[in-house]
């Protein structure tokens, strides 16, 4: 199952990614008619300083089994297991803070949506865009992120990939990660 | 085997799907003493401050028995556990027999011992009847009294004043949430409680309920004071309800004791949920703590382990969440060290009225409390949950820097 992969090395911390989710998330995901909306979109991935020029894409996991679908009280945070995600249903949360008790990454925002108009606000955290997953596009954070560091893929592979890396380690001195493109280091260097 | 589950809530439930994955073929009967299909209790709350709809407490389709596989036993109680013949005895006479049990019973309103308590008016809240019973008294009220300011008290309170009555909040101690509450998080609640317009008590504890032909008309308070009140709720607490285990040796007065499997001292017979007595995650001391997702661990481990699987239950971390109107504090563990070397941090933002207090002891942390702010508080209870040193973290639970990017962000040797 497809999944969004973050590699925090590679990112630098622009906050496409955030716009990208707030406009997806809006009713006309559209970023200009969305500044006019009652219900202001709200971004469901957070961007987090990591230090030494490293930042960090923080968002949810789509943890299974997952710890907010045990605690939530609500019946509201179900399993799909045909997408492969965790899925809060607006329509049924009531706002009670419980998944935000439970979560180990911190990933819940709580803000009004357009999906449960008559609620002062509803938990929210990344669905892994359905909209769009239905036109066979991927996530809103992942296309617009310039550097490679969120993308769309199988964890298995991007696991595998890791393991080989850590393997070698096993043998030799280890060898530099996959080479950071010079428009990032160039970036840093600004910074 | 034949399995039987005394109780169809979270942890009757939780126990039932899990046996049913380990045991696809087994006999598995539920016995509740609801007929209703099973519904979520905290949720009642919010059916009556009507946040929420009659169809939506309930948690599972109306074919969940038939799908799982499930016999069931509705609106018939338990009258009592046999555990020499193997059989559990109902109300209508039959008697069940099992070969494993699980006891997730749950637990009953405590209600004050003073008089009065017989009047129309009279209240609590825990089963889908008493919000139906409630709601027909409330057509004609105007004033309702809430007697308890605990997590069920404040949130009775807050939607009964949402429907726009008149609500008095009475609380025992100097603050509400005495037991799991700082000082300067309970002001920041009574302040939320009082911009929601309730009236709340302090150290105030009814003696007496007053009625008028049979209808409560006041509330006697101890310090000589009569409220007047339409209504009143009472929302003390809870006791475990095992009353049909008298005949036997597997109860005590503040629950079932368990060991660490949730095994009772039946080797046949396991328990879960607010029936039991658990273990303190951190002290071990048993430690009553009544909440949904407590309810729903256990019966996971409960279910498993009636199965044969010898899972391990690693003991009740308290926690909750207070969700009013405009205040959300998150809360667990310990309020205060148990130790002398403990350590309390306490970081308030006045002007958002956001606040985090850590309580430490012996290099860990061990309680954490936050108002306002609250989407970290998982990573908190995490940490108090595994008993991380703060030394091995990357980044001290206390800085303002103690975040996600902080605490998972590290170049990978060799990066630039």
């Known amino acids: 199952m497809k999944t969004v992969i973050v590699r925090p090395e590679r990112c630098v911390g622009c906050l496409q990614c955030r716009l990208a989710c707030a406009v997806e998330h809006s009713q006309s995901k559209d970023l200009v008619a969305a500044l006019g909306e009652a219900w202001r979109p709200v971004a469901r991935i957070a961007v987090y300083p990591g230090g030494r020029h490293l930042s960090f894409p923080n968002k949810c996991r789509h943890c ?28 049924r949360c009531i706002n009670c803070g419980m998944c935000a008790m439970a979560c180990p990454f911190g990933v819940l925002t709580f803000a009004p949506t357009p999906q449960a108009p008559e609620r002062r606000a509803v938990a929210l955290k990344c669905d892994h865009c359905p909209d769009r997953q239905a036109q066979g596009r991927p996530p809103a954070c992942v296309e617009a992120c310039k550097v490679g560091a969120l ?6 592979h991007a696991l595998a990939e890791k393991a080989r ?24 260097h600004l910074g | 085997m034949r399995y039987v589950i005394i109780g169809t809530s979270a942890a009757g439930l939780a126990g039932a799907e899990t046996l049913r994955r380990l045991a696809p073929q087994a006999r598995i009967t539920l016995i509740s003493d609801e007929s209703h299909l099973p519904y979520s209790r905290p949720l009642l709350m919010y059916l009556l401050g009507r946040e929420t709809t009659r169809e939506k407490l309930f948690l599972r389709s109306p074919d ?10 509705l609106g018939t109680p338990v009258t009592r556990v046999d555990p020499g013949a193997r059989e559990v005895h109902l109300a209508d006479g039959r008697a069940l027999p099992y070969d494993r049990l699980l006891i997730a019973s749950g637990a009953k309103p405590r209600l004050p011992p003073i008089p009065g308590l017989e009047l129309s008016g009279v209240f609590t809240l825990r089963h889908l009847a008493d919000v139906e019973r409630l709601e027909r008294h409330l057509a004609q009220a105007r004033r309702v009294a809430v007697v308890g300011a605990g997590a069920v008290g404040l949130k009775a309170a807050d939607a009964l004043a949402h429907r726009g009555l008149a609500v008095d909040l009475l609380a025992r101690g100097a603050q509400p949430l005495s037991k799991v509450l700082d000082q300067v998080s309970a002001r920041l609640l009574m302040e939320a409680i009082a911009r929601l317009g309730i009236s709340l008590h302090l150290n105030s504890w009814p003696t007496a309920v ?9 509330l006697a308070l101890n310090d000589g004071r009569e409220l007047p009140t339409d209504a009143v709720l009472f929302s003390v607490g809870v006791a475990p309800r095992v009353e049909f285990l008298a005949s036997t040796t597997l109860a005590a007065p503040e629950g079932i004791p368990v060991d660490e499997h949730l095994q009772t001292g039946d080797p046949d017979i396991f328990a879960a949920g607010d029936c039991v007595l658990p273990r303190h995650l951190l002290t071990g001391a048993p430690a009553a703590f009544h909440i949904w997702p407590a309810a729903v661990a256990q019966g996971e481990v409960a279910g498993a382990n009636l199965a044969g699987a010898a899972r391990r239950y690693d003991g009740i971390l308290p926690m909750n969440s207070i969700s009013l109107r405009g ?24 002007t958002t009225g956001r606040f985090k207090r850590l309580v430490f002891d012996q290099g860990r942390l061990v309680g954490a409390t936050l108002v306002g702010e609250v989407r970290h508080a998982g990573i908190y209870f995490r ?28 170049p990978l040797p060799g990066a630039a």
């Open chain 1, 64 to 91: 299974d089994p997952a710890p907010c679908e045990a605690v939530c009280i609500a019946g509201a945070i179900r399993r799909n297991p045909a997408r492969g995600t965790t899925d809060i249903d607006p329509a």
């Open chain 2, 383 to 410: 940490l108090i949950a595994n008993r991380t040193p703060v030394k091995d973290l990357p980044v001290d639970p206390r800085s303002p820097h103690f975040h996600p990017g902080r605490l998972w962000a590290r």
């Open chain 2, 327 to 350: 205040c959300r504090i998150i809360t667990g563990g310990h309020l205060t060290p148990d130790t002398p070397e403990g350590e309390i941090f306490e970081e308030l933002d006045a």
């Open chain 1, 151 to 156: 993308t769309y893929g199988e964890p298995a």
């Open chain 1, 165 to 188: 890396w850590l393997a070698r380690t096993f043998f030799a001195a280890p060898p530099p990660p996959e080479p950071v493109p010079e428009t990032i280091r160039l970036w840093r």
């Open chain 2, 64 to 73: 969940y028995f038939r799908e799982w596989g499930f016999e069931t036993l």
């Open chain 2, 210 to 218: 007053v009625g008028n032909g049979g209808r409560v008309t006041a």
